[in-house]
């Protein structure tokens, strides 16, 4: 199985600040990656695909960039809403893995 | 309105069996892929099993900590997946989703999920 590993597991960010997640595969996964947030007690809601494509709707402050077994979500200006948990989930190959998580709080 | 919509979730004994179903609403259920993602209390998303559509002879893919346990199945006519559990194991109890699969070429995504439904496994 191909394992997704996510840092840093928590990240303390103000209002205003940037933040970046990093995603890292056990293998190369070319492009096959996408991003969710979830918040607590709600479904996740996908941010990226195909590791940098921005879902609709979603605000352009997200992005996302990489290839291969390493990738990396940004936002550039953090809002209240952005306070929650972000995955990563790689689709190479099955089974489909999620990374462990990173919960993005307010500091 | 486009959703997704969970039932069939509970309290079950380990050993036991369950069937999960998940109604979908708003789009052409049949042009769909369709996915059960799992999630345990205050732990991270668990990717379950795949069923492809008709187009793909309805194939199934499984994550080895269900498959030979788990079944997913469908019935377009009715909008409908589902998902068969037996050989229940407390390691199963878990909030589980029913998601969408949206893809463009080799690329997809998990692009609409439902609530989710709550299966709890315990004597």
């Known amino acids: 199985d191909i394992q997704m590993t996510q840092s840093p597991s928590t990240l303390s960010a103000s209002v205003g600040d940037g933040a970046t997640i990093t995603c890292r595969a056990s293998q190369s996964i070319s492009t096959s990656l996408a991003w969710y947030q979830q918040k607590p007690g709600k479904a996740p809601k996908v941010l990226i695909y195909?590791?940098?494509s921005l879902e609709s709707g979603v605000p352009s402050r997200f992005s996302g960039s990489g290839s291969g077994t390493e990738f990396t979500l940004t936002i550039s200006s953090l809002q209240p809403d952005d306070f929650a948990s972000y995955y990563c989930q790689q689709y190479s190959d099955y089974p489909v893995t999620f990374g462990q998580g990173t919960r993005l709080e307010i500091k | 309105e486009v959703q997704l919509l969970e039932s069939g979730g509970g309290l079950v004994q380990p050993g036991g069996s369950l069937r999960l179903s998940c109604a979908g609403s708003g789009f052409t259920f049949s042009d769909h892929y369709m996915d059960w993602v799992r999630q345990a209390p205050r732990k991270g998303l668990e990717w379950v099993g795949r069923i492809r559509k008709q187009a793909n002879g309805y194939s199934t893919e499984y994550a080895a900590s269900v498959k030979g346990r788990f079944s997913v199945s469908r019935d377009d006519s009715k909008n409908s997946l589902y998902l068969q559990m037996s050989i229940l194991k407390t390691e199963d109890t878990a909030v589980y989703y029913c998601?969408?699969?949206?893809?463009?070429?080799?690329?997809?995504?998990?692009?609409?999920w439902g609530r989710g439904t709550l299966v709890t496994v315990s004597s």
């Open positions: 998601v969408r699969v949206t893809s463009g070429g080799s690329h997809w995504h998990l692009d609409l």
């Open positions: 195909k590791a940098s």
